[in-house]
């Protein structure tokens, strides 16, 4: 008989804890008056260079044009924003401050606007929910890595990259995504991953090399831009995606393709719910 008691009694203490308890929210942050910080990181003497770019909330815009590895500016409001640079045997990382408040109240100012140079690197983008603009043309990027949240970013390469990149690797949450000039990267493999969403990959430029892309989405709009002269094979494995297939595709069963003479894309595409178009 005690044991149906038992239950009732460790309810009542439980509850009568609890009433002795307070949950602490964290404050928001107080915005003061902008600052902005002079950003310029130089080029090491490496071959190859590992730069790291870390970013919360806010806009981060990235352009070539930087007579040293990175020249720029950070904007911000709130103190704990300010960047900070750090150098170690891994390379060069550009970091936000230690503000973990997620999401910012709508009057948090944080905007970077950054050069690239032109030396050799790795590059990796590290974000959260933001607005990003990319434009990454004629840089040597050997590697890129971005992964970001809740984003909108659009990024381009609208010149050929001078280095062959090993691999670009895209993984975002539910986000509006659209890149350009995708054949000027010069990468030989391509891993997009994203949550629910819309997304162009555009694969427009000079295509040098065979390159294999693999792409998993979610419930999401997709819309892959393939030239009309570029040798193209496309395999989808979905769940209940409608798939749109513009003029000059070729089907059959799960693939799709376009022949022409040069080096060959080859896409394994993964994707749930949503709409798939091929066009030109």
């Given at each position: 008989m005690?044991?149906?008691i ?60 930087a ?6 500016t ?33 009057n ?72 350009s ?10 891993v ?13 430029g ?73 066009t030109?």
């Amino acid at each position: 008989m005690n044991y149906k008691i038992i239950p009732i009694v460790l309810i009542l203490a439980l509850a009568t804890l609890a009433c002795g308890f307070s949950i602490s929210l964290p404050k928001a942050p107080t915005p003061g008056p902008d600052v902005t910080d002079s950003i310029t990181v130089p080029v090491p003497n490496t071959a190859t260079t590992n730069l790291s770019i870390n970013f919360g909330a806010g806009e981060i815009t990235l352009n070539p044009g930087a007579q040293k590895l990175v020249e720029g500016t950070a904007t911000y409001n709130v103190p704990d924003l300010k960047p900070e640079v750090v150098t170690d045997s891994n390379g060069i990382e550009i970091k936000q401050g230690n503000l973990t408040d997620i999401p910012y109240p709508g009057n948090i100012k944080n905007i970077w606007d950054f050069k690239l140079g032109a030396a050799s690197m790795d590059l990796a983008i590290n974000a959260g929910a933001y607005t990003g603009t990319y434009e990454l043309g004629g840089l040597s990027l050997t590697n890129l890595t971005i992964k970001d949240g809740a984003s909108k970013v659009t990024l381009s390469f609208s010149q050929a990259n001078p280095s062959e990149m090993t691999l670009f690797r895209y993984e975002t949450g539910a986000s509006n995504v659209k890149m350009s000039g995708l054949a000027n990267a010069n990468f030989s493999t391509m891993v997009f991953n994203s949550g629910a969403g819309d997304y162009t990959l555009d694969f427009s430029g000079t295509l040098k090399r065979d390159a294999t892309i693999t792409i998993s989405s979610g419930l999401s709009n997709l819309i892959l831009v393939i030239p009309q002269n570029v040798n193209a094979n496309v395999t989808t494995e979905s769940g209940l995606a409608n798939i749109n297939a513009g003029p000059g595709w070729a089907q059959n069963g799960n693939q799709y393709s376009q022949s022409s003479s040069g080096p060959m894309l080859t896409f394994l595409i993964k994707t749930g719910a949503g709409n798939l178009t091929l066009t030109h």
